[in-house]
């Protein structure tokens, strides 16, 4: 079947612009230099991410933040972090680290909003997996965490759900063909 040649441009239409919408991805997980595979794979999902999303999406690490604006980091650890979390869309939880572990209990109520968790499943969840029981939680095999195909692909998937209900709320574009 094929498509009609109008539509087939109104799709690229509505897809550019929902790309054009700036869209924050903050990655938080184990810190960088990485030296493990959790790590590893935080560093190599910021560059998909960025590789793939498009001209309005942005995806950083606290790390980044920091650096760029050394203001935060002479708030204090914690105003810091939560001022990056409120400025970001999206938030991406590699919750693998005793930082990340922390994040994720001194901001539960905020990130439930925009934040999918990736975690290795545990017999026993204790206090870790406490501090996430409510946030949308991917469990990852451990081999996963070095061939990360399918969390590459839900993190992403995850994020453009939350960029296109974004663009719903804020775009104020009208296509021609809306008139």
């Known amino acids: 079947m094929t498509l009609n040649p109008e539509f087939i441009e ?15 991805i903050l990655i ?17 999902l910021k560059e998909h991410l960025k590789a793939v999303l498009g001209p309005g999406a942005s995806v950083v690490f606290s790390e980044d933040a920091e ?12 105003p810091a972090e939560y001022i990056q979390l409120r400025a970001a869309d999206a938030v991406i939880l590699i919750h693998e ?5 922390a ?10 909003k ?10 026993r969840p204790g206090f870790a997996g406490r501090t996430i029981a409510s946030l949308k939680i991917e469990y990852v095999e451990r081999e996963e965490w070095v061939e990360c195909n399918r969390v ?10 939350l960029r296109v ?10 296509f021609d063909w809306e008139a």
Do not use: H
């Not at 650096?67 to 914690?78: M, P």
């Not at 590459?152 to 759900?161: G, L, P, Q, S």
């Open 10 to 24: 109104r799709l690229r239409a509505v897809a550019q612009e929902i790309d054009n919408t700036p869209f924050t």
């Open 114 to 123: 925009k934040c999918i968790v990736f975690t290795n499943r545990r017999d």
């Open 67 to 78: 650096a760029e604006f050394q203001e935060l980091g002479l708030r204090g650890d914690i």
């Open 97 to 101: 680290s005793p930082g990340s572990i």
């Open 28 to 44: 938080w997980g184990p810190g960088v230099p990485a030296d493990s595979n959790q790590g590893r794979k935080r560093e190599r």
């Open 152 to 161: 590459t692909k839900v993190a992403r998937e995850y994020v453009e759900d």
């Open 165 to 174: 209900r974004k663009f719903m709320k804020v775009s104020k574009t009208s």
């Open 103 to 112: 994040e994720a209990a001194a901001y539960t109520d905020e990130l439930r």
